[in-house]
T-cell receptor
């Protein structure tokens, strides 16, 4: 059974701080990782994808992947109240895997950024 | 505009009734997916399809059925066998073979009368 676990929330940070969201996965076959943001009552929207070990930056967001530790994280710099949402981590098997095309989602972490 | 549409936004089901949720995409994506989300929880895969006229069960397929007669359409039927259907239902699509990134429709909220 593939599992994706996210750090328990809710997470509360002050405006302007760095928010750190963490995710671990159990299936070593996993090769692709995604972070989605979901506002209350809305559908998930993609923030970032990451496939290689190391850091990937996009604006205020940085995704970090460590395949040896089976760990992926999302850092949000200069957090804003508009970043308040549930963040979902997902893992995929990538090309050639028997689970090709399927993603396994974590349970989500609720982030609140307070002024 | 390219995207994924789901209808209706809200759906009410009576006891013993089958209801069908619509999902359409104009992204020319090969793969389509149905997820269920319960309050405070992540997404659970119901069914997925990687090609027309073919689909596979996900983790919680019991009480649900799907069809994939056209590339752009992947309707989900919640049957009377699904005893606890109240949830937020999300449809997603991906290019499939090369790109796994999934993009989501706006969702349908199903409530039981």
């Amino acid at each position: 059974q593939k599992e994706v676990e996210q750090n328990s929330g809710p997470l509360s940070v002050p405006e302007g701080a760095i928010a750190s969201l963490n995710c671990t996965y159990s299936d070593r076959v996993s090769q692709s990782f995604f972070w989605y943001r979901q506002y209350s009552g809305k559908s998930p929207e993609l923030i970032m994808s990451i496939y290689s070990n190391g850091d990937k930056e996009d604006g205020r967001f940085t995704a970090q992947l460590n395949k040896a530790s089976q760990y992926v994280s999302l850092l949000i710099r200069d957090s804003q109240p508009s970043d308040s949402a549930t963040y979902l981590c997902a893992a995929g098997a990538n090309a050639g895997g028997t689970s090709y095309g399927k993603l396994t989602f974590g349970q989500g972490t609720i982030l609140t950024v307070h002024p | 505009d390219g995207g994924i549409t789901q209808s209706p936004k809200y759906l009410f089901r009576k006891e013993g009734q089958n209801v069908t949720l619509s999902c359409e995409q104009n992204l020319n994506h090969d793969a389509m997916y149905w997820y269920r989300q319960d309050p405070g929880q992540g997404l659970r895969l119901i069914y997925y399809s990687q090609i027309v006229n073919d689909f596979q069960k996900g983790d919680i397929a019991e009480g649900y059925s799907v069809s994939r007669e056209k590339k752009e359409s992947f309707p989900l039927t919640v049957t009377s066998a699904q005893k606890n259907p109240t949830a937020f239902y999300l449809c997603a699509s991906s290019a499939g073979r090369i790109q796994e990134t999934q993009y989501f429709g706006p969702g349908t909220r199903l409530l039981v009368l």
